[in-house]
C-alpha cells in the first residue's frame, strides 16, 4: 500500500477525494484520446502503405518509359527534353489539429506548361519520354503527400507514447496512491473518534 505524506485530517481527505474524482475525469480522457490517436496512427499508415506501393510501381514504370525512350533517339536530345521540361515546384507547410495533436498539411504548387507549349519538341522525341516526364512529375507529388503521411506518423507515434505513460502512471500509480491513502486517513479518523467515544465514556 501506497500511503501519500500528508495528515489524516477530514480537510485533507476531502481534497484528496475531489483529487482522485479529477484523476478518474483525466484518466478517461486521455484513454479517450490515446485510442482516437491510435484509430488515426493506423488509419494514416495504411493510407501511407498504399503510397508507398504505388510510388514504387510508378518509379518503375517511369524508369520502364525513360530508358524506351533512348532506344530510337540520342542521348543528345532526351537530356535537352529532359533540362526543357523542369517546372517551378513549391510548397506551403501549414498544420491540422488531430485531438490536439499538430501535425504538417502540405500543398503542392506547381507551374505547368500548358500542352500546346510543351519546351520540347515531340516531333523528335518518342511518347515514351513524354511519359517517363509525366510519371515523374506525378512521383514527386506523391513523394511530398507521403513525407507528409509520414511525419504524421511519427508525430502521431511520439503522442501516443506520451499520452499511454500519462494513462499507465494515473492507473498504476497516481490513481491507486489515492485510493490507498484515502481509505488510511478514513480508518484513522474512525480510529480518533471510537478513541474519543471510548474517552468520553470512561470520564462520563
Same mark, same amino acid.
Given at each position: 500500500m501506497a500511503v501519500l505524506d500528508?495528515?489524516?485530517?477530514?480537510?485533507?481527505?476531502n481534497k484528496l477525494k475531489d483529487r482522485l474524482l479529477t484523476a478518474r475525469r483525466g484518466h478517461k480522457l486521455l484513454k479517450d484520446k490515446r485510442d482516437g490517436l491510435m484509430r488515426k496512427f493506423l488509419e494514416t499508415a495504411k493510407k501511407a502503405a498504399k503510397f508507398r506501393i504505388q510510388i514504387e510501381k510508378d518509379i518503375l514504370n517511369a524508369n520502364l518509359q525513360f530508358e524506351l525512350s533512348k532506344v530510337n533517339t540520342s542521348p543528345q536530345l532526351v537530356n535537352t527534353a529532359v533540362i526543357m521540361s523542369r517546372q517551378d515546384?513549391?510548397?506551403? /507547410?501549414s498544420t491540422s489539429n488531430i485531438m490536439g495533436v499538430c501535425t504538417p498539411s502540405f500543398s503542392i504548387n506547381?507551374?505547368?506548361?500548358?500542352?500546346?507549349?510543351? *519546351?520540347?519538341?515531340?516531333?523528335?522525341?518518342? !511518347?515514351? #519520354?513524354?511519359? %517517363?516526364?509525366?510519371?515523374?512529375?506525378?512521383? /514527386? %507529388?506523391?513523394?511530398?503527400?507521403? *513525407?507528409e503521411l509520414e511525419k504524421t506518423i511519427s508525430i502521431l507515434?511520439?503522442?501516443?507514447?506520451?499520452?499511454? =505513460?500519462?494513462?499507465? !502512471?494515473?492507473?498504476? #500509480?497516481? /490513481?491507486?496512491?489515492?485510493? $490507498?491513502?484515502? =481509505?488510511?486517513?478514513? #480508518?484513522?479518523? $474512525?480510529?480518533?473518534?471510537? %478513541?474519543?467515544? !471510548? =474517552? #468520553? %465514556?470512561? !470520564?462520563?
Open positions: 500528508i495528515n489524516p485530517t477530514r480537510m485533507e481527505l515546384l513549391t510548397v506551403d /507547410i506547381k507551374r505547368h506548361n500548358s500542352s500546346e507549349n510543351i *519546351s520540347y519538341s515531340l516531333s523528335q522525341n518518342s !511518347a515514351h #519520354l513524354d511519359n %517517363s516526364i509525366h510519371l515523374y512529375d506525378d512521383i /514527386i %507529388s506523391k513523394l511530398i503527400t507521403l *513525407s507515434s511520439d503522442e501516443i507514447n506520451q499520452t499511454r =505513460r500519462k494513462v499507465n !502512471a494515473l492507473e498504476h #500509480l497516481i /490513481i491507486p496512491n489515492y485510493q $490507498d491513502t484515502i =481509505r488510511f486517513i478514513t #480508518l484513522k479518523l $474512525d480510529e480518533n473518534e471510537r %478513541s474519543n467515544i !471510548a =474517552r #468520553l %465514556s470512561r !470520564a462520563k
